[in-house]
């Protein structure tokens, strides 16, 4: 370890054909437990709607950093800083300009810890970030910075992407983990935790895991899983991933300094990422809708859609 500081696709020939469902669920029925989501005090201010930290992108790999952080700011986010190498910061600043800057001392990839971290309310880490040493190191002293992670002026974790593939290389490292949302589709989770049932690996490890698929599950510790229903083949293109992340950054900041009544009325993790799975979904049916067809969705149509 290192030293640290609702709409339904079908296909038929030649047609789309979308059908609605709705769901009751009331672990996915969302107005009550995310009520910023649907009305705004008009006397707030951007603070109390959450500060998020996005920790993304390398030299050839911004794009990830600039679908994720569109998506978080769509997402209803106050305020948004984007952690990027050098050679990232003129991409960021033109495609973004909404976003606030933390800038790495490295020129091309993730490299040192951003400062004042305890000023964000939630941290999304991975989209296009690589694996070479330097960003392993950074990677690591970032989890080590945010234990343990039961205090509650820690933010909220979010692991994604090459950060799932980092850890994966270091097992020694899973209990840094502990307490965070995690997004792996079925090859990072097979490099994490093999062929292991991915309810025992939440409750083992205090993981909220997103097993990204055709009908997404959300597991948490004890918990039974939330399958989501909405989405599309469509969505099945470069940089979706990195729009969920997004997404999941955004509600989990705004999660984290929303003033609910009581503590008992605070959605769980788990209500949290299942909120963001299905509004990417939903994000994504709507898209299909527009376009008519699945095979022409790209990433940025779903930020478009939120």
């Known amino acids: 370890m290192p030293e640290c500081t609702p709409p339904r696709v079908h296909i038929q020939p030649e047609t789309v054909a979308f059908t609605t469902t709705v769901s009751f669920n009331p672990l996915v029925m969302y107005n009550n437990l995310f009520p910023f989501l649907f009305a705004r005090n008009p006397e707030t201010h951007k603070g109390d709607y959450g500060h998020a930290l996005l920790i993304a992108g390398s030299y050839g790999k911004m794009g990830a950093a600039v679908l994720a952080a569109r998506a978080a700011l769509r997402s209803g986010v106050g305020l948004l800083t984007v952690h990027v190498p050098r050679q990232g910061v003129a991409i960021m600043q033109t495609a973004v300009p909404e976003a606030m800057l933390s800038i790495d001392n490295g020129d091309t990839r993730f490299s040192s810890l951003p400062a004042n971290l305890e000023r964000y309310n939630a941290i999304a880490v991975g989209p296009g970030l690589g694996t070479d040493a330097e960003t392993t190191q950074a990677l690591l002293c970032l989890l080590e910075s945010q234990q343990p992670a039961s205090l509650s002026h820690h933010a909220q974790l979010i692991l994604d992407a090459d950060a799932l593939n980092i850890v994966a290389r270091h097992p020694e490292a899973m209990h840094l983990v502990a307490g965070s949302i995690i997004t792996p589709h079925a090859r990072e989770y097979e490099r994490l935790f093999g062929d292991a049932d991915t ?38 293109t470069a940089g979706s991933g990195d729009v969920l992340t997004g997404i999941m950054l955004g509600l989990a900041a705004q999660w984290k300094a929303y003033r609910y009544e009581s503590s008992a009325l605070r959605p769980s993790r788990q209500q949290l990422a299942a909120r963001a799975v299905d509004m990417h979904g939903k994000a994504g049916d709507v898209t299909a809708m527009r376009r008519g067809n699945l095979y022409s969705l790209v990433a940025g149509d779903i930020v478009n859609a939120l």
Request: aromatic letters at 6%.
């Open 199 to 236: 309810q025992s690996m939440a409750d083992l490890h205090d993981l909220v895991i997103v097993r990204k698929a055709h009908r997404t599950r959300i597991y948490a510790p004890h918990s039974h899983f939330i399958e989501n229903t909405s989405g599309n083949a469509g969505m099945a």
